[in-house]
């Protein structure tokens, strides 16, 4: 197991908070939803709250792309990036016009960051098969 | 892009993990660069043969005379 390196280790420090900022807005607006008829403005602030930890999360991404030193883990991280958003753009695509003829629904827009985010991570499982397949000593 | 790293980290009984620690980068940065799967930056590159004391044409193999 590699050890972290320092930007890796800011990368954690600044995401696991913003995570967790993000499950107790997300409890507590389903909280006031139930509890109350919001309307108005409050419930467009309410609406975004969630949002704002995941921009955060967004940010906190290209801040740990921008302080990696370590050119190779750079490359690949972006590399994944590129990977995760070639497969974003090909499934909406996809849905798009699937859904432009009726044979599927519109889909909820905020799933697209986490769609990334797993796109993402599946191009890198890829990368890591493809590395051990062509080395073994990987 | 060949390059003569394993030769040379062989030589010194250096690592891969040793020497990723020397230039302050992951080991897989090391493996990947010794097997030619990665081509290292200008800078890197000057770092690995400053390191073993090397002009680095001794290290890195031109890929026009391959």
């Known amino acids: ?138 | 892009m060949n390059n003569h790293l394993k030769t040379l980290r062989a030589e010194r009984g250096w690592s891969q993990q040793h020497l990723a620690e020397k230039l302050e980068v992951s080991r897989q940065s090391v493996n990947a660069i010794e097997t030619g799967r990665y081509d290292p930056s200008l800078p890197l590159a000057f770092r690995i043969a400053e390191l073993f004391e090397l002009a680095i044409e001794d290290v890195f193999v031109s890929p026009s005379r391959g």
């Open chain 1, 1 to 138: 197991m590699q050890r972290r390196n320092m930007a890796q280790r800011r990368y954690l420090l600044r995401f696991m908070p913003l995570m967790v900022c993000y499950a107790l807005i997300l409890i507590g607006v389903s909280a006031a939803q139930r509890h109350g008829a919001i309307a108005g403005a409050t419930l467009g602030v309410m609406s975004v709250l969630p949002a704002i930890p995941l921009v955060g999360v967004i940010i906190v991404m290209g801040m740990y792309l921008r302080e990696e030193r370590d050119e190779f883990i750079r490359n690949r991280l972006v590399m994944a990036m590129l990977g995760g958003t070639g497969l974003l753009l090909a499934a909406t695509t996809i849905w798009g016009f699937l859904e432009n003829n009726g044979v599927v629904g519109h889909p909820p827009t905020f799933l697209v960051f986490p769609f990334w985010c797993g796109a993402m991570g599946i191009t890198q499982c890829a990368m890591a098969l493809h590395s051990r397949l062509t080395n073994p000593a990987e």
